[in-house]
């Protein structure tokens, strides 16, 4: 009985190792500028900066205006409130007055 004996090549042990250090490769570069990874995790930290900032201007601009609608909205309204709508509305003004349009 005889037995065929094959000899190893150098490219064939090669060939698992080419594999996983492609599929490695794969991953590490999605893991570095996919849609999830280190440069979007970059620019959407930026981007919660620059929203948060916005956010704090909108709420302190919503302060001021419930002061204002509280102004109005109470029991007691007052004289300087109802002045001011009342002359903006009717787009009138005393001799006295000084007038600044924005």
């Not at 999605?30 to 919660?48: F, N, P």
């Not at 709420?59 to 009342?86: F, K, N, S, Y």
Request: proline letters at 2%.
């Amino acid at each position: 009985m005889r037995t065929i004996q094959k000899r190893q090549s150098r490219i064939g042990g090669l060939i698992v190792p080419a594999i996983t250090v492609s599929f490695l490769a794969y991953f590490a570069i999605h893991a570095h500028s996919g849609k999830y990874g280190i440069e979007a995790k970059a620019e959407l930290t930026r981007d919660l900066a620059v929203k948060s900032a916005r956010l704090d201007e909108l709420e302190d601009r919503r302060e001021r205006l419930e002061r204002r609608v509280q102004l109005l909205h109470d029991g007691t309204l007052e004289r300087d409130m109802i002045d001011e709508r009342a002359r903006r509305a009717l787009n009138v003004t005393t001799p006295e007055e000084i007038v600044i349009l924005r």
